[in-house]
């Protein structure tokens, strides 16, 4: 893993490995701040079309009690008719424009909630992807933070050796320049 850090007397400059962190952790509480976005986007269009469904569902409904309603009136009609000659031939004519408006505003209805189920079940498949992609996006988040432990570690412990190193060396430094004086 290069991240272009520059050497300095002990190792890795300190303050290139500090700003990769941040720049890494800023990149990635960025892509968060995107996905969380994306969610709460995708969570408002699934309510929105759970409501429009759940209105929908009413208007069938209401359309099923109109048909129920129109279906009463139009047996009621045909009884009638039997007694009325020329009211039955006007009256069963109204009541089949009547029944194909409702089958026709029932089989629209249908339609509309088929292309609803549609864009919920879409919506659903985005969202089972969108969980999929943050979960990747914190596993290697989080594989990437544990790479940056151990190579502060392994630096930490570089560090610790030469300065032990170092005074070893000043101490043989200083007893060769006494011996040299004296």
Known sequence: M??????????FNSQDVMEYIEKTHKAFSQKENDLNSKIDELDSLLETSKAEQKKLETEKAELDRKLNSFTEKYEEIERLSENIGKLYLVAQSNAQAIMNNAQNEAKITEEEVS???VSIDETHD????LRSDILRTSQEFSSKVDTLISSLNTAREKIAA???????LTENFQKIYKSITE
């Not at 290069?2 to 190792?11: D, E, I, Q, V």
């Not at 985005?126 to 992807?129: G, H, K, V």
């Open 2 to 11: 290069s991240a272009g850090f520059r050497k300095s007397l002990f190792g």
């Open 115 to 117: 292309r609803n189920i």
């Open 126 to 129: 985005a969202l089972a992807e």
């Open 162 to 168: 030469e300065r032990e190193e170092t005074i070893n």
